[in-house]
């Protein structure tokens, strides 16, 4: 009888010890991916920003923004391993309703890093461009560590420090910070008159670029919960700035922040559950088990041989 129940207690030891690791794999890694159907909305808010009114040639200061940036998968383009994202962005006057600046941008990426791929035709404002890094999110248990990051309007990969941790409506986020001062990317050419010089006709200038972006992602699905982009674009002539085309510090609104969170949730209960408790439980399960089939058979053999 005993060992009867020693062979039972090995079969259900090796039965949890096996569905340890399946669980960490292949249960986790089922959910550990982005949905190939993605679609988000954010909105991002400034106060207090100034920015150049190309159409009425004035400078616009005190402006109340709000850059709106929608984001869908492009499911046809998408595989299992790679998922391809288009996202549009408009920036507006609040108060007037007039719009500033306008981007797109076009790229594959990993499903589980979030790393950038190079296929389906990549692009930023309909140019083609190579990227690298992560394109919009982190990876699924993000390390607290830099990371390289593709910057699009420098068109190249800077990284992303990180900060440290901070809660996010209740939810513990690991802060990134990444920085671009002063990058040439173009030139503009402008009446003397705008840019504040003597003489008449034109004058062409630097457009020079710069940023603070900062990402609070939660670590367990790699996704930011809150964006900041404090921006500044200018205009210099022989080194020497003559104007702003535009400065501000774009916020994740309120509800662009809750929905954030939201999103995140079944992640960041599942995904702990899948890839740690339950592997965990079950190899001390499995392992109980096959203890006590030990115990059993060695104290099945006693008995025997004291009889």
């Known amino acids: 009888m005993r060992r009867t129940v020693a062979v039972v207690l090995v079969a259900f030891g090796v039965f949890f010890l096996a569905l340890a690791p399946m669980t960490r794999t292949w249960l986790s890694s089922s959910l550990m991916k982005t949905p190939l159907d993605y679609y988000s909305q954010t909105v991002l808010t400034a106060e207090g920003a100034t920015y150049f009114n190309i159409e009425d040639v004035e400078l616009v200061e005190d402006a109340a923004l709000e850059a709106t940036s929608t984001i869908r998968a492009d499911v046809a383009s998408s595989t299992d391993e790679t998922v391809v994202w288009d996202q549009f962005t408009w920036v507006k006057d609040a108060e007037t309703g007039f719009g500033i600046t306008s981007s797109s941008r076009r790229a594959g990426h990993d499903r589980v890093t979030g790393e950038a791929v190079d296929c389906c035709d990549s692009m930023v404002n309909d140019e083609s461009v190579v990227q690298s890094g992560q394109a919009w999110k982190f990876p699924f248990f993000t390390e607290q560590r830099d990371h390289d990051f593709f910057e699009t309007t420098v068109g190249e990969v800077v990284p992303m420090e990180f900060r440290g941790t901070e809660e996010i409506e209740g939810v513990e986020t690991y802060e990134f910070v990444q920085e671009v001062d002063g990058a040439t990317i173009g030139e503009r050419t402008l009446p003397r008159s705008v840019a504040g010089l003597?003489?008449?006709?034109?004058?062409?200038?630097?457009?020079?670029?710069?940023?603070?972006?900062?990402?609070?992602?939660?670590?367990?699905?790699?996704?930011?919960?809150?964006?900041?982009?404090?921006?500044?674009?200018?205009?210099?002539?022989?080194?020497?700035?003559?104007?702003?085309?535009?400065?501000?510090?774009?916020?994740?609104?309120?509800?662009?922040?809750?929905?954030?969170?939201?999103?995140?949730?079944?992640?960041?209960?599942?995904?702990?559950?899948?890839?740690?408790?339950?592997?965990?439980?079950?190899?001390?399960?499995?392992?109980?088990?096959?203890?006590?089939?030990?115990?059993?058979?060695?104290?099945?053999?006693?008995?025997?041989?004291?009889?």
């Not at 949730?265 to 339950?278: N, Q, V």
């Not at 399960?285 to 099945?300: E, K, N, Q, R």
């Open 198 to 307: 003597e003489g008449e006709g034109d004058v062409t200038g630097d457009e020079v670029f710069s940023i603070t972006r900062t990402y609070w992602i939660e670590p367990v699905t790699g996704s930011p919960l809150k964006i900041s982009e404090d921006q500044e674009r200018v205009v210099e002539v022989d080194g020497e700035e003559v104007l702003t085309l535009f400065d501000a510090e774009l916020v994740s609104n309120e509800e662009s922040v809750q929905n954030a969170v939201e999103k995140s949730e079944r992640g960041r209960t599942m995904l702990p559950l899948l890839h740690t408790t339950l592997p965990i439980a079950f190899l001390v399960v499995g392992v109980g088990f096959v203890g006590a089939a030990v115990v059993l058979f060695l104290t099945g053999r006693r008995h025997v041989q004291y009889s």
